[in-house]
Structures are given as C-alpha cells and as structure tokens.
C-alpha cells in the first residue's frame, strides 16, 4: 500500500463550485466569501466572523485589533507550530513561550499562571489535534490576575483583561462542555489549510465573542481595514453605482480570502458533518487497537471534550528520538506516511535565535522525543486503517 498522511478530501462538488466562480466574472473577496463567513459565525455559535488568507494572518490581525506590540508580552506554549508563535515577533511584541504540563499535550496552566506580570497582554493557547485546552481555566487564571492588567488600548480596555486568543487552526468543530471552539475564548483563529479537516486550499477563519461596549460590526470593519490596505471600501461595495470613491484610513495589510477558495469552503461545510463522524470512526478503530502500557495517545473524546479529530498522536514512552525516527523510516518503508507533532519551538534556529533553549522545556522535549502522528484523514478506508494498526503494532517492537 501506499499511504500518504494527510491529502485534501475534494469532490467533484467542491471542483463544480469554483468552477462555478471563476465563469462567474467574480474570484476575489466577494459573496463566496461573505456566504462563508457568516456559515462559519453559525457553525461556532458566534455572531460575527472573517475569513482570511490563512489562520497565521487572523491571530496577527486580532493582536493588531489590539494594538499589542512592543513592550507588550505574550505567552504562547513551546509545543506547536511556529505560526503560534511568530505572529507575536510581527507585532513586536514580547514572546514568553511556556513548557506543556507533564504527562498531557496541553499547556502548562500553572505555569502560565505565575508567567503572568503588568507586560502579559495576550494569552495564546492551542487546541493540538483538534482537542480543546481547558478554557475554564485559562479564563479562571486571567480572571484572577486582572489586578495586573494595564490596557493600553480601547480594545484592552474594553476588554478588561487579557486576551484569550485561541489558536484553534486544528479545532474547527471541536467543542468543550457543550460550547463550540469560538465561543470559549476571546478570539478564536482557525485554519482551512490543505491538510486540515476543513479545508479552502489555503484560509483561516476569525471569530470571537462579545466585547463588552463594541459593536461586532465595528470589529468586523476595523478587521476589514486591516486585511485589505486600510482601505474603507472593499472591492465589492466599490461595484455599486457611483461608489467608486474610497478612503485610505491607514497604511495596513493584505491578507484576504477569495471567492475560488471560499466556494470550496461552502461545499465542505455542506459535508463537514459527515467528514467529522468519519474521523471518530477512524479515531475509535486506532483507540481499541492501538494500546499498551507503554503507549500513549492523545484522548479525543474525554469528559467534556469532542475533537474535530484532526491528528492522532502517539507517544512510545520508552524510545528516544533515534529509535522513533526509525519507526518513521519502517514505517514509511510499509507505504505508510507518518509525521511528528510537533518539534519544539527552542529547536529551532529562529527560537534559539531569540534566546530560548530546550532544556528549559523538558515536558516539551520528553513529549517530542517520542511522539509519532498516525495518518487520519477521510480518504482512509478501513482496509487502509488496518493496515495502519497492523504495521504499528508490529514494527514498534521490533
């Protein structure tokens, strides 16, 4: 066989559907996208939504809705993507990156906790593999340090505490308590990137709950402004008669969804209910099969938690990095692609750059050394899924 880890699930629906804009006259941002944005609002339970060019530019432009920057300090959990932690560098803002807790995939609360100073501004939590971090406790730690928060914004202000923006770019349609991911923190971020569950090619998805005092529509405009130069008409309204005549209200950004990518984004929603209930099944099968007492997976539904199922994440407790890299290699010797999730950010050379190092992460490095992510996506069958355990479960005790 031969597996690969993560391809798009695209059907001829999704193909009609651009195909459909692009005869249509009209492929940039335009009524695709605005039909998406507010599908996404009521898919997450939220009023008000922006789709952009990727989940990276919706949290840099909710830090800049902000107007986080230098002098300002943000946490972000060492264990994720760069994406996670590099749009606080693109504002200028402080990067406090925080070590997970030991034993689980999730950032270290209590550690985030006593990070926490006058300078804190923005907490940024991620929802690895599609599984929610604990957003009660998140906002039970902020609301506990509100002593310690200076706004200096109308936003921080309106606000009243630190921001919780969640990067959820593996968390559309996951939920906590009932609570869709979108309405647990501030702002939510998500991605539509080629190898998530949902996906537009390439996108992110912005949402957020009330802020006391602020019109959503007001954040939606400012956001508007924002990702489209600072410009006070977008290419849509510009169309009507007479209303060519636009302002510059600042020298902003470029980071907007088109309607080609939104179009396929329609269709996936249409079906997204179906390609989530297919992740659990694979989700289930690998759980019953793919178990030890020296194994140890990322639990997608647990307590309160639903996953959107996004990465199964294995750790083998007793390897190393060597004899992990090598049960990638046998594996993928069996046609099966698998992938880490993830190496720690102080790996990296642009985060020791910045003065960061590993040893100061160890629940980071003991999850990393380990950890193997097994291919889940809906183009897998059940022959496939199989096949998948079965060389698993034989080639990691060789």
Known sequence: MNIPFSPPDITEEEIEAV???????WITTGPKTKELERKMAEFTHTNRGVCLNS???CMEMALRLFEIGPGDEVIVPAYTYTASASVVCH???TLRLVDVEKGTFHIDYAAVESMINENTKAIIPVDLGGVMVDYDRIRAIVESKKSLFRPSSKMQEALGHILILADSAHGYGASQNGKMSGECADFTSFSFHAVKNFTTAEGGGLVWRHVPGVEDEEIYHNLMLLT???QSKDALAKTKLGAWEYDIKGPYYKCNMTDILAAV???QQKRYKSLLARRKEIIERYD??????DIMTLKHFDGGNISSGHLYLVRVLPYDEEKRNSLITAMAEAGIATNVHYKPLPMHTAYKNLGFDIKDFPNSYEMYKNEITLPLHTCLTDEQTEYIIENFNRLRKI
Not at 19 to 25: H, N, Y
Not at 288 to 293: G, P, S
């Open 55 to 57: 989940a990276t530019s």
């Open 265 to 267: 984004g329609l269709v």
């Open 288 to 293: 019953e099969w793919i178990k030890d007492d």
């Open 228 to 230: 489209l130069h600072g």
């Open 19 to 25: 195909a459909e804009v692009m005869r249509s006259g």
């Open 91 to 93: 504002v200028g803002a």
